[in-house]
Nanobody
Framework: QVQLVESGGGLVQAGGSLRLSCAAS????????MAWFRQAPGKEREFVAS????????YYADSVKGRFTISRDNAKNTVYLQMSGLKPEDTADYYC????????????WGQGTQVTVSS
């Protein structure tokens, strides 16, 4: 059974930093495309960042480029999202997701962790 468990969310002032973690069980993060999505109140869920299986190519939404960094610790089977220069518009629930190389959709999702950035 696959489980993705996010942690690290909280309340932070604008300009501050947070690191989100996604601990995986039932799958190997280095064999999947792992991603972070977010959903703000009243808005659609949007892509934030992803890290490809194997070679670890990373991809970012334009809105977070240069401020957020996605990474992976294979030994801990955990994916991270380091967020810096946080803005109030980054306030959202953040979700970790996993996609097998053989699928086009993200099949596995975590329960989410809330990030609130105060101005």
């Amino acid at each position: 059974q696959v489980q993705l468990v996010e942690s690290g969310g909280g309340l932070v002032q604008a300009g501050g930093s947070l690191r989100l973690s996604c601990a995986a069980s039932g799958l190997t993060v280095s064999s999947y495309r792992m991603a972070w999505f977010r959903q703000a109140p009243g808005k659609e869920r949007e892509f934030v960042a992803s890290i490809r299986w194997g070679a670890s190519n990373t991809y970012y939404a334009d809105s977070v480029k240069g401020r957020f960094t996605i990474s992976r610790d294979n030994a801990k089977n955990t994916v991270y999202l380091q967020m810096s220069g946080l803005k109030p518009e980054d306030t959202a629930d953040y979700y970790c997701a996993a996609r097998s190389p053989t699928y086009t959709d993200y099949k596995y999702w975590g329960q989410g962790t809330q990030v609130t950035v105060s101005s």
